[in-house]
């Protein structure tokens, strides 16, 4: 896909398959290294996924939108097989040359591919993951419902959800207090925003989330806030171990609150086929 827009900083603000090497660099530094995902949203993560992957029992993973394979390297610590695909070449490219530095390839597969359409049979996956929103970024409303029921489709019967999506009402708030009217109102009457010449994300209700679950055949759904309070958290306080003692405590028991599930910038569910 071809764009005339000038490149962004980073690629969701662009068309997937045309931001740069460097770009991609960048992103995996910030989700390897940055301090809110290393000290903070990474616990958060690792708290829904041990109960899955930490029974002893060896699972074929598939992970979902991957990028540049952080969590396919994690998953592979607890002797499970993953394929990750992505849509974005340059992030692949970081992706493979983590598998072949960790001497991985027999345990991470990698893939270029789309959710929309993903190239793999009926019933094959044990549990997929998927963060980071690749959901929310497939396109209109359509086209992110069509990746859930893809995802749907390859997992087996018992097979289990992690998954994310974007909050269409925290986002809209944002463009409120950034004076952007006209995108407020268009994307609280759509639940779509465009990011270029033919690239949009898809944000979600909560309402609407449960509801396309259920359609799609989902089980035993729980939908979760994630980082309702400290996204605009100063990077610099998390570098402090109290406040970021303080910060976990309450994202933590933040998910225990069903009425808090409107204050976070995504929202992750979990899932059963």
């Not at 071809?2 to 090497?21: C, G, I, L, Q, S």
């Not at 006209?182 to 639940?191: F, P, T, V, Y």
């Not at 406040?243 to 979990?270: D, T, W």
Request: hydrophobic share 35%; with cysteine; net charge neutral.
């Amino acid at each position: 896909m071809t764009t005339n827009m000038p490149k962004a900083k980073y690629f969701w603000k662009e068309d997937f398959e045309d931001f740069a090497d460097k770009e991609a660099k960048q992103y995996h530094f910030g989700v390897t290294q940055y301090p809110f995902n290393l000290k903070l949203y990474d616990k958060l993560m690792t708290d829904l996924l041990q109960p899955v992957i930490n029974t002893g029992k060896t699972l074929n993973i598939l992970d979902a939108g991957g990028g540049t394979g952080k969590w396919a390297l994690y998953f592979t610590q607890y002797g499970h097989k993953v394929t990750l695909i992505d849509v974005a070449h340059p992030m692949l490219k970081v992706a493979r040359k983590m598998v072949k530095n960790n001497t991985l390839e027999d345990m991470i597969t990698v893939h270029h591919g789309s959710i929309l359409d993903l190239p793999y049979e009926d019933k094959r996956f044990d549990f997929v993951f998927s963060d980071r929103n690749p959901i929310s970024h497939c396109g209109c409303k359509e086209e992110s419902h069509q990746s859930i029921r893809e995802i749907y489709r390859v997992m087996k019967e018992g097979a289990s959800i992690l998954g994310c999506v974007l909050n269409k009402h925290r986002k809209v708030a944002q463009l409120a207090t950034e004076l952007k009217f006209d995108q407020a109102l268009n994307l609280m009457r759509s639940g779509d925003m465009q990011r270029g010449n033919d690239a949009y994300t898809h944000y979600y209700t909560a309402t609407e989330l449960l509801s396309v679950l259920k359609q799609m055949g989902f089980k035993n759904i729980t939908l979760l806030p994630t980082t309702a309070f400290t996204e605009l958290i100063p990077t610099a306080w998390l570098l402090d171990e109290i406040p970021l003692k303080k910060c976990l405590q309450l994202e933590m028991e933040g998910r225990e609150v069903p009425e808090l599930l409107s204050y976070g910038v995504r929202f992750h569910f979990q899932a059963k086929k």
